[in-house]
């Protein structure tokens, strides 16, 4: 199995920093890296696939990098809707898996 | 627009079958070539993948739950729906329902989860 740490786990930011999430998978996973957004009670979002491909409809100040087993997620200026839960995805083996997730909280 | 909406009984009882539906409109759920999943996420927890359908009603599942899940589709309905057997507390969780689509980019196919159900929660307890 292809295990996928986050870092850090919890954050806190003020509106209009940059921040930045961090994702380690345990082994090769090549670009297939997904990043997603979760808020309570609305359904999940899909921010970033194929590591740094922006989806359709997401705000550019989103965006991902890194390739084999380091990734990142970098929002360039905080928005108040960017407080939630972020987690990455491998799609690289059959048994997709993700991040324990990250939490941004406002400072 | 694709939507998806997951269905179920909120409260399951300890050792017996959980079972929900995902109602897919505005798109085909026999057709497209896309993947049909289940992901959940227990209280407090972070997401874990269930597994998921393809078009062609072929399955896979996460090896974890392997022994006790099964994903169906009803095309005639166009839901498809998740049984997760023996269940204990430890499968109380938001179920999430969500479709996979493909992209080929600079020579290869990604695979990615863009439309998602708002999810359902699911409590098993006595």
């Known amino acids: 199995d292809i295990q996928m740490t986050q870092s850090p786990s919890s954050l806190s930011a003020s509106i209009g920093d940059r921040v930045t999430i961090t994702c380690r998978a345990s082994q090769s996973i090549s670009s297939y890296l997904n990043w997603y957004q979760l808020k309570p009670g609305k359904a999940p979002k899909l921010l970033i696939y194929a590591a740094s491909s922006l989806q359709s409809g997401v705000p550019s100040r989103f965006s991902g990098s890194g390739s084999g087993t380091d990734f990142t997620l970098t929002i360039s200026s905080l928005q108040p809707e960017d407080f939630a839960t972020y987690y990455c995805q491998q799609s690289y083996s059959t048994l997709y898996s993700f991040g324990q997730g990250t939490k941004l909280e406002i400072k | 627009q694709v939507q998806l909406q997951e269905s179920g009984p909120g409260l399951v009882k300890p050792s017996q079958t959980l079972s929900l539906t995902c109602t897919v409109s505005?798109?085909?759920?026999?057709?497209?070539?896309?993947?049909w999943n289940w992901v959940r996420q227990p209280a407090g927890k972070g997401l874990e993948y269930i597994g998921r359908?393809?078009?062609?009603?072929?399955?896979n599942y996460s090896p974890s739950l392997e022994s006790r899940v099964t994903i169906s589709r009803d095309t005639s309905n166009n839901q498809f729906s998740l049984k997760l057997s023996s269940v204990t507390a430890a499968d109380t969780a938001v179920y999430y329902c969500a479709r996979q689509s493909i992209r080929f980019l600079e020579g290869y196919y990604y695979y990615y989860m863009d439309v998602w159900g708002k999810g359902t929660t699911v409590t098993v307890s006595s």
């Open positions: 359908i393809y078009t062609s009603g072929s399955t």
């Open positions: 505005g798109d085909s759920i026999s057709s497209g070539g896309y993947y």
